[in-house]
């Protein structure tokens, strides 16, 4: 009767995203929701620690990784466009992906790692398109590229990594989403529901999103920290936030933000991932990042398609 | 009588040094008068809640999940923590109030091991399949939680280091009380900081505990390394700059590559009795003196961006960088690794296609070409990273005039092998990298009975590929301390 009891527990803090979250100090024990660490099968018989083909292919259903997502984006067979929307007297380069059909879908607007804008991010676009929303990945480095170009002029990620830090103005980076939000949900496809989905200083924007777009519904968040609390008191809609235990500088705010979400009456969830680090959605291989992003991403979807219907 | 006796100084000492009688020590009472004895050092405190995780993260103390078979096709997880001792050690098997571990549980573990204990805390929920893939359970019915806690115990007991015949000693542990059991009896304590002594007293009472301890050099190394992590290595800093003395991580190998002044050039080597030619990459070093030879074998996705750039930092440092596709022929119409596609395509591509002896014979065959080089020096060595670890650790054992190998988290080659290998080896492994760090371990006993040179390094709380993804977790202060080491050991060995 016991392990009965014991199981159910479990049962919950899986099946109800954040649960572990919001009931205890946002650390998930091994076992709860994610498998536990462990070897890949690297038998000490001289075969060099191999990964199988799971870690270097894409796996339909989930998230691409670095590995996989410039053959996932180049052999989409989704619609999808590069628009130029305008944000004042600037524009926002934006890569936007249909889901399959013609029936209306929900808006999700991707908000990029400091990377930038890369296939990476695109795979993101295209994951959820495949999944029946709206795709927006906004390029919030459009004009701050070499010679006033966007993302795709910098020659190397490190570049695009080091423009991100010195140049993204945050007020002019947010006025970009909410353009390109604006642009989506009147798309002719769209039903009008509209989400965010950021990573890393994205997660930042997606929580900024949740605060200051007159239209939203849900946001989620990976491994971005919150922006400060006058912010968080204006957040409308249920955030979701997934980070993973070894990213240290980041993991260490959540329980503030956690705080200070409950204090103002705000719906947050959250998952620390145990053994998973900063960037565990491209870089899966790692740790045990794999794990974390299998069920990070399973929830997002989850917590989408409950929010934007 | 003799255990009477001992019985009886275990208790002297709870009476005497804590004075706890009657705080949940069932049978302290009627053992009173006992003689009084020198108090035993306690080695351990109970870890509170809050305190599981940072002890978890700095203990020197060996630990590991390891896969227990329960099936054919199944098995679960368990986490031991080895005790720093000289002899085998009594097996104490914990089991927290969930039946999954928890961090206080391990924790609890971690400090039974200091006081000498080999711990295992079952984890029957985690299934592990023979893929290695992992699925979470969430109910089982009793004796299934029993049977599967048997396997756990049998597999603890079958462990190098633990004392077969003493059985296990079987712990449940909630946070206000521990049950035990020994092989005499049953009985619970009251669990505090305070009857934590007490417990440990009566534990090592009951199964005769006296350990040796060791120092563990492996241990000291880890606190090194943690101490290294901690502090602000050069390696740990910026995600979009490189330090000239470490090669480039994942979002900088292009540029690297793009800003590289030295001089590089693909060279297709014939190989005998083939018509696929070993397309290879060579990078020399500034000026035109002559210089040693290293072979770079290649991670699990081949010739990449990055592995370019980690031959041009090769070739900064002062060695002639030999790199070979050495999935020469695998790609699309017989072409090579940049015929493919994409990068998975490649994979995908060459998969299965370069035999473990072909692999070494394209390797040898690389190595032969470069030392007829006007600038080497006659000296060679190889490096690999993953899979590429691998095949530089087996090159160390089938090359027999090799001058060094460095095995970047890659796997050992078996002992009748390993017995053959004539050049020093470093190896670099990160301690999040399944079971990697543990293999190190046993290839560091075996090699050190075969009286063979070899270096492990196991970094903290370091993952598997920690050269190419520096830029997460710990993996920046793990590079910043092994390439440094890679370089000194080459300049040693190959002048």
């Not at chain 2, 370089?487 to 060995?493: G, N």
């Amino acid at each position: 009767m016991k392990y009965y009891g014991v199981a159910v527990l479990l049962l919950l803090a899986v099946t109800a995203p954040g649960m572990a979250g919001q009931a205890g100090p946002g650390q998930a024990a091994p076992g709860q929701g994610v498998p536990a660490q462990g070897g890949r099968g690297q038998a000490p018989d001289g075969r060099g620690g191999v990964r199988g083909g799971g870690g270097f292919a894409k796996v339909p259903g989930q998230l691409a990784s670095g590995w996989n997502a410039p053959s996932t984006v180049a052999r989409t067979k989704l619609r999808h466009e590069w628009v130029d929307i305008p944000v004042g007297s600037r524009k926002v380069h934006t890569w936007i992906e249909y889901p399959d059909g013609e029936a209306k879908a929900a808006v999700v607007v991707v908000m990029s790692y400091e990377a930038g804008l890369d296939e990476w991010m695109c795979s993101v676009a295209d994951e959820l398109a495949t999944s029946g929303f709206i795709a927006l990945a906004p390029d919030v480095l459009t004009g701050l590229g070499p010679n006033g170009g966007n993302y795709d002029a910098f020659r190397s990620p490190d570049e695009a990594i080091r423009a991100t830090r010195a140049r993204v103005v945050p007020d002019q980076a947010v006025r970009q989403y909410l353009a390109a939000a604006a642009y989506g949900v009147k798309l002719p496809r769209a039903t009008g529901k509209i989400a965010s989905v950021g990573f890393g200083p994205g997660g930042t924007f997606s929580f900024r999103f949740a605060a200051e777009a007159p239209t939203v519904d849900a946001a989620a968040v990976y491994y971005g920290p919150a922006p400060n609390d006058a912010t968080l008191q204006k957040v409308k809609v249920p955030i979701l936030g997934f980070y993973g235990e070894d990213d240290p500088e980041v993991t260490a705010t959540v329980e503030a933000t956690a705080a200070a979400m409950k204090r103002a009456g705000k719906s947050f969830e959250y998952q620390i991932y145990p053994g998973a680090t900063h960037h565990f959605g491209l870089i899966q291989v790692e740790g045990r990042n794999g794990p974390a992003i299998q069920d990070a991403w399973k929830r997002t979807v989850a917590f989408l398609t409950e929010h934007l219907q | 009588m003799n255990k009477n006796m001992n019985l009886a100084k275990g208790l002297t000492l709870v009476a005497a040094t804590v004075g706890i009688a009657g705080a949940g020590y069932i049978r302290a009472a009627s053992l009173k008068a006992a003689p009084a004895v020198a108090p035993v050092t306690i080695h351990s405190v109970l870890p509170s809640a809050a305190e599981a995780k940072q002890l978890l993260n700095t203990t020197t103390r060996h630990r590991e999940w390891i896969v227990v078979p329960i099936s054919k096709e199944t098995s679960v997880l368990a986490w031991v923590v080895y005790p720093e001792r000289s002899d085998r050690a009594q097996v104490v098997m914990v089991k927290g109030e969930s039946l999954t571990p928890s961090d206080w549980t391990r924790a609890l573990s971690d400090q039974l091991s200091a006081e000498g204990y080999l711990t295992v805390v079952p984890d029957v929920l985690t299934e592990v399949d023979q893929h290695g893939n992992r699925h979470a359970r969430f109910a089982l019915d009793a004796s299934e939680v029993s049977r599967r806690e048997e396997a756990v115990r049998q597999a603890a007991l079958d462990l190098r280091d633990a004392e077969r015949q003493l059985g296990t000693v079987e712990m449940g542990v909630s946070p206000s009380q521990i049950r035990i059991r020994t092989k005499q009896e049953q009985t619970s304590f009251a669990l505090s900081a305070g009857t934590w002594p007490n417990l440990v007293g009566y534990l090592n009472e009951r199964t005769g505990n006296k350990p040796t301890f060791v120092e563990n050099p492996h241990a000291m190394h880890m606190a090194m390394m943690a101490q290294s992590a901690a502090g602000n290595s050069p390696a740990a800093g910026d995600i979009g700059k490189k330090d000239p003395r470490l090669p480039a991580n994942y979002f900088m190998a292009k540029a690297t590559l793009r800003d590289s002044k030295l001089k590089k050039e693909w060279i297709d080597i014939p190989l005998e009795g083939e018509s696929v030619k070993l397309h290879t990459l060579v990078t020399y070093p500034t000026g035109t003196g002559k210089a040693g030879v290293v072979i770079v074998m290649q991670h699990g996705v081949g010739l990449d961006e990055w592995q370019r750039a980690l031959v041009d930092q090769i070739a900064q440092d002062g060695f002639i960088a030999v790199a070979p596709d050495l999935w020469s022929g695998t790609g699309p119409n017989g072409g090579n690794w940049d015929a493919s596609e994409f990068v998975d395509d490649a994979v995908r591509n060459a998969a299965g296609k370069v035999t473990p002896d072909e692999t070494m014979k394209r390797y040898k065959t690389a190595r032969e070409w470069a030392l007829t080089l006007p600038r080497a020096n006659g000296k060679s060595g190889s490096i690999g990273f993953c899979a590429g670890g691998g095949n530089s650790f087996r090159f160390a054992t089938e090359v027999r005039d090799l001058n060094a190998a460095v095995v970047y988290y890659g796997a050992a080659p078996p002992e009748a092998a390993l017995a053959r290998i004539q050049a020093p080896v470093l190896g670099l492994y990160g301690e999040n990298d399944g079971r990697m760090a543990e293999n190190a371990m046993e290839t560091q006993a075996i090699m050190s009975r075969l009286g063979k040179q070899y270096e492990p390094h196991v970094y903290p709380k370091t993952t598997h590929s920690f050269a190419m993804f520096q830029h997460i977790g710990t993996n920046g202060a793990a590079i910043a301390d092994a390439w440094p080491r890679t370089i000194a050991f080459f300049k040693r060995q190959l002048s």
